[in-house]
Structures are given as structure tokens and as C-alpha cells.
């Protein structure tokens, strides 16, 4: 179990920005500072040991002149010669030899060969006439054989320059590796510092930049706990600043929804109360009066049987919002005639319109199958036509009409009633809207048919629209796609 958790606290450890970003920072100086670090001290080794050869070279050229301008190989003095290369010798750790021609040592500052043939590799090569040099950075030499020519006079008497002989030195190089151990320390402790560095800069970088990230956390928490004020507000990074707005905008929505889901409740309630009231007015006047006659109680229980009947249809139509949005993706789906939906709906409606001598008219330009959910779509249907009765005049019209396009059919409920003002035209697909609360509750209206027809349109991906002129009359007009549109 501790386990577990500690691995899950490193999982996350390497999984936060906070971590990313010191490591990204942190390789951002240590990386070019180990390669400048390797680089530094490579150029500083080759170019002591260039400065190094080219004193070599320097003292070569010096020792040969000396060699060949003070005659050694024939009467020359050798005294000068010896003393010359002992100096050389002595300053640079390093072991001459002179070579005659024969390959045979003449001088050697070691004293040891002297009389012997040369050993030296390099010897006899330069004695073809070539100058030799041999690095070795393992064994940290650096061998030189250079052939030592002197001008002397033929038989006819003209000069002609010839190999004498051979000066061989063999320098050691061994203060090079002193020379990369000082370097290279002095490397390693500039590379710790600038490690350290590193290590200060990057932790300083990742809080600074993930301390706005961490105040957005700490600012959403206290929002959904409650604590604070409603906003999420920073203004450090754009990104963060687009973040909080995008918040801020969730929680405006939410506080909407939330409002609509208060307002929808309080409705509910006091939709449902209102019967009950009514009813409860009803049977106490009965019960306070005395020797209430058979024909009054009869009235009374009318009035009563109505309020229960409308209490009925409040609460089937609230049902049907609910299922309506439970079931959303569960329409049943079929071929539909829209034309005979429409028919059977004006059958049935006809009686009502006639008790108000309603006039109606029914337009179907052609014949239209749609797929549709039959039994929503024909509450669409009954809920606009009723309307247009309920809210028309006595003597008025209703016109039906049908048509479609390739794509949508469109139906359109027209009546000559006593339409609806400008400002309530957007609201009347509102649950619980009535435009005039008193009338309609004598018409028997709840407010719902509108929102659930709204809804069940929508759920067919079709749009509705309304059109009115107060005491002239109004036009609804449903659009809705021939072919049902499956989600995926
Ligand atoms: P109700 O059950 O009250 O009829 P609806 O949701 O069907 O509820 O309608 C909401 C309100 O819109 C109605 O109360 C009425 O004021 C107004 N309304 C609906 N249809 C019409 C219409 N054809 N003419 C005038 N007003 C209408």
C-alpha cells in the first residue's frame, strides 16, 4: 500500500508542469555547459601543445645551426655544440643524440650510447634526407630526426650540400597531462557552480511560472466550495486569462440553468397549488353553509371535478416535459404521412372549433412522408391547432397548410385570434407562459403545450417560429427534415 502510493507520488511528481519545467530549464544550462566544459578543455590541451611543438621546432632549428655552422662532424668544436644541446636538454627534459652518417652515436646526452649504432627509429629514415617527427600522446613523447647538411667543395671545386649526419631529440610531453588535470579541475568546479545555478534557476522558473496556474486552482476550489466570490479572475498569462474566461462563462451558464431549474420549480409549485386552493375554497364555503341544497352541491362539485381535471392536465403535461427529456434519444421512429396526422388531428378538433364557430381551412399542397416520431409529432400538431381555436375570436379562421421541399416539410397553423404582443413572442415557448394569465386561465391553458411542442421539434432537429400582430391574429410555422437525422 505504501508502496503504491509513493509510486503514484512520483507518477505525479513526473507528470506536473512544475517538474517539467525544472527539468527543461535545469538541461537548458547544464547540457551547453558540459559540452562548452568537454570543448574547453580539448582547445586548451591542443593549443598548449601546439605552443609546445613550436618551441620544440624553435630549439631544433637553433641546435642544428649550431651543429652544422660550428663544423661538428669534421674539425668543428664540439665544446660549444655539447654545451648548446645540454642547455636544451636540461629545459625541456629531453634526451639528444647526434648521428653520423654510418648511423653511429657520436653524442648523446644520456652518455650511454655513445660509440653504439642508434637505436631510433626516425634516425634512419632521416638519414634518406627527410625531417621526422613522432607524436605520442599515450607515451606523452614527441621524437624529432633531422638530417644535419653541410655545404662542402667538390673536386672541381663547386659546393654541393650533403648529409653529415643526423640530430635526434626525443622531448617528453608528459607536463601536457598535468597541464589537462589543472584545466580540467578548473572546469569541474565552474561546471558545479554553474550546476548549482541551474538548479536555483530552474526551481525559481517553475514556481514562477506555475504559481498564476496554481492561484486559477486555488481561485476554481474556492468557487465550488463556496467560499468565494463568483469569478475566477488572473491576468498573469493570456492562456490562464482565456481559462478563467471560459470558467467564468461555465459558471454563468451554470448559474442560468440553476435560476431556470428554481424558476421551473417555484412555477411547478404554485401551478399546482392553484387548483388545490381553488378546491379547498370551494369545499369549505359548502361546509360553513347551512341546509346547502342538492342543486348547490351538485355546482359546487362541478367547479371542483374541473379543478381536479385541470390539476390533471398540469401534471400530465409536466410529466410529459419530463419523459419528453428522458426520452429524447429514444423517438420512435417510422414513415409517417403528415397529411393524414393532420387530417385525423382536425377530426378530432373540429367539435371544439364549432362551439366557437371557428372556421377551418386546410391546405395541403402535396402529399408528405416524413420520418417522425408519429405520436409527439401529432401533439405538435394538436397543441398549435387548439391554440389557434382557443386564442381566436368567435367567427374566426384557422388555416392549416402543408408543404415541403426536397429536405424539410413545413407545416403552418394561421389564425385570425387576438394574437400575441412583440415582446411576448420570443417567451411564449417558456414553460408556464402565458401571455395573459387571467384569460388563460379561464381558456384552461397551463403554458406548457408550447414548450413541449418546442421541445419535441427540436428533438426531430426542426426549428418553429412565431409570427403575430396583437388583434389580428398568429402564424406558427414548424420546419422539420424529411429524413430523421441519426446522431452518432
Ligand atoms: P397554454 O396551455 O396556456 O395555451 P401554451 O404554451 O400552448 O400554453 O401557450 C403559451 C401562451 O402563448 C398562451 O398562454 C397564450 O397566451 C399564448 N398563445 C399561444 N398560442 C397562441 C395563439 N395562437 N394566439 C395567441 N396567443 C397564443
Redesign the pocket.
Known amino acids: 500500500m505504501r508502496d503504491f502510493s509513493l509510486r503514484e507520488y512520483l507518477l505525479n511528481l513526473i507528470k506536473s508542469m512544475k517538474f517539467r519545467i525544472f527539468m527543461i530549464v535545469a538541461l537548458a544550462i547544464i547540457v551547453p555547459v558540459i559540452l562548452a566544459g568537454t570543448i574547453i578543455i580539448q582547445v586548451s590541451v591542443n593549443s598548449y601543445m601546439d605552443d609546445r611543438i613550436e618551441q620544440f621546432q624553435a630549439e631544433n632549428a637553433v641546435l642544428k645551426n649550431t651543429i652544422v655552422s660550428n663544423n661538428y662532424f669534421t674539425e668543428g668544436d664540439s665544446d660549444v655544440v655539447e654545451a648548446t644541446i645540454d642547455m636544451v636538454a636540461n629545459e625541456y627534459n629531453c634526451h639528444a643524440q647526434i648521428v653520423d652518417t654510418s648511423n653511429i652515436v657520436l653524442l648523446d646526452t644520456k652518455n650511454t650510447n655513445v660509440g653504439n649504432t642508434s637505436v631510433a627509429e626516425p634516425v634512419m629514415l632521416a638519414l634518406q634526407g627527410e625531417d621526422q617527427t613522432i607524436r605520442d600522446d599515450g607515451e606523452h613523447y614527441m621524437e624529432f630526426a633531422l638530417p644535419l647538411i653541410s655545404t662542402v667543395p667538390d673536386e672541381k671545386g663547386n659546393t654541393a650540400s650533403q648529409i653529415v649526419g643526423v640530430l635526434y631529440l626525443k622531448y617528453s610531453t608528459i607536463e601536457a597531462v598535468s597541464f589537462r588535470t589543472e584545466v580540467t579541475r578548473s572546469v569541474y568546479i565552474a561546471e558545479i557552480l554553474a550546476f548549482i545555478f541551474a538548479l536555483i534557476i530552474s526551481w525559481i522558473c517553475s514556481i514562477i511560472f506555475i504559481r498564476p496556474l496554481q492561484r486559477v486552482e486555488k481561485n476554481i476550489r474556492d468557487v465550488n466550495a463556496g467560499v468565494s466570490e463568483e469569478y475566477v479572475y488572473q491576468k498573469e498569462y493570456t492562456e490562464i486569462v482565456n481559462i478563467a474566461e471560459q470558467f467564468n462563462k461555465m459558471i454563468d451558464e451554470f448559474n442560468a440553468q440553476a435560476k431556470k431549474r428554481d424558476e421551473f420549480v417555484s412555477n411547478v409549485s404554485h401551478e399546482l397549488k392553484t387548483p388545490i386552493t381553488s378546491m379547498k375554497v370551494l369545499a369549505d364555503s359548502l361546509l360553513s353553509m347551512e341546509g346547502v341544497s342538492s342543486e348547490m352541491y351538485e355546482e359546487f362539485l362541478k367547479d371542483i371535478s374541473k379543478e381536479i381535471e385541470r390539476e390533471n392536465e398540469i401534471i400530465s403535461?409536466l410529466l410529459d416535459i419530463v419523459k419528453g427529456e428522458r426520452e429524447a434519444e429514444e423517438l420512435n421512429i417510422s414513415s409517417v404521412s403528415i397529411n393524414d396526422v393532420i387530417e385525423s388531428t382536425l377530426k378530432r378538433l373540429t367539435p371544439i372549433a364549432k362551439e366557437k364557430n371557428v372556421e377551418i381551412i386546410y391546405e395541403d399542397f402535396r402529399p408528405v412522408i416524413a420520418e417522425v416520431d408519429e405520436l409527439k409529432f401529432s401533439r405538435v400538431v394538436t397543441?398549435?391547432i387548439?391554440?389557434?381555436i382557443?386564442?381566436?375570436n368567435v367567427d374566426g379562421k384557422v388555416t392549416v397548410s402543408l408543404n415541403a421541399d426536397h429536405q424539410y416539410f413545413f407545416l403552418s397553423?394561421a389564425?385570425t385570434?387576438?394574437?400575441?404582443g412583440e415582446e411576448?413572442q420570443e417567451?411564449?415557448?417558456e414553460?408556464?407562459?402565458?401571455?395573459?394569465?387571467a384569460?388563460?386561465r379561464e381558456?384552461?391553458?397551463?403554458?406548457?403545450?408550447?414548450?413541449?411542442?418546442n421541445d419535441i421539434v427540436k428533438q426531430h432537429y426542426g426549428s418553429i417560429g412565431?409570427q403575430?400582430k396583437e388583434d389580428e391574429?398568429?402564424t406558427?410555422t414548424v420546419r422539420i427534415p424529411l429524413k430523421y437525422i441519426e446522431q452518432v
Not at 414553460?431 to 394569465?437: L, Q, W, Y
Not at 381558456?443 to 411542442?453: K, M, R, S, V
Request: charged share 25%.
Open positions: 403535461d397543441n398549435l387548439e391554440n389557434a382557443k386564442y381566436n397553423v389564425d385570434g387576438i394574437g400575441i411576448d417567451r411564449v415557448f414553460r408556464f407562459f402565458r401571455v395573459d394569465k384569460r388563460a381558456t384552461g391553458g397551463t403554458g406548457l403545450g408550447l414548450a413541449i411542442t412565431v403575430s391574429g398568429t406558427f
